[in-house]
């Protein structure tokens, strides 16, 4: 009995060192798994299921453009269109891309498409490229990336954007550019 109250009195010390290690271990596994912002590309993804990692991986086996050391593939909704959302590359539904275009004006930057590419146009420029089409229920990375809800799929166009703010697209350099043609060519 004396043992289990010589515990409890000390419990408190317990947990104050298992959450001061528990945070540094995560600040450590931050420090050393992350870069900064520009040398790593941004994906993010507003889809049903999404295999972050393993498509991560995969686009930097595929497309590791010259400056950037690591690519990182985010899940997103709607919602973080207007915060400060970072990204460099947003792949989004046809509706969301509406709405983002209504409700974030300046938020992606038009683009000019390579011949035999489709695009989503809104008063005259291209504001996404297509990347999952519904009638042919086909896009690309269908293997780390579900495009339409389960059981009942009523499938949506999906356009791959890129962020007007992104470091990597325009006059720095064209990182984001690499990356976009790159996850289009994933099968």
């Known amino acids: ?19 001061i290690l528990s945070l540094l271990w995560a600040w450590i596994y931050t420090f050393v798994g992350d870069t900064t912002r520009d040398k790593k590309l941004i994906l993010c993804v507003d889809a049903y299921a999404l295999e972050q990692r393993p498509l991560a991986l995969r686009l930097e086996d595929e497309c590791l453009p010259a400056g950037i050391k690591m690519i990182q593939v985010r899940s997103f909704g709607y919602d973080f269109l207007g915060t400060e959302l970072e990204g460099d ?9 509406e709405a983002a275009l209504t409700d974030t004006p300046g938020k992606l930057a038009p683009l000019t498409l390579p011949e ?5 146009t809104r008063e005259g420029k291209t504001w996404g490229i297509l990347a999952f089409d519904p009638a042919t229920q086909h896009g690309p990375a269908m293997d780390y990336i579900q495009y339409t809800p389960l059981p009942d799929p009523e499938p949506e166009a999906y356009y791959l954007c890129i962020d007007a703010a992104s470091p990597h697209y325009g006059a720095q350099d064209n990182a984001a550019w690499e990356l976009a043609l790159a996850f289009l060519r994933i099968d």
Not at 1 to 19: D, S
Not at 89 to 97: D, F, G, R
């Open 1 to 19: 009995m004396r043992i289990l109250k010589n515990i409890w009195a000390q419990l408190h010390r317990f947990v104050f060192w298992a959450l």
């Open 89 to 97: 590359l947003y792949l989004m539904k046809a509706s969301i891309l």
């Open 116 to 120: 035999g590419m489709a695009g989503y």
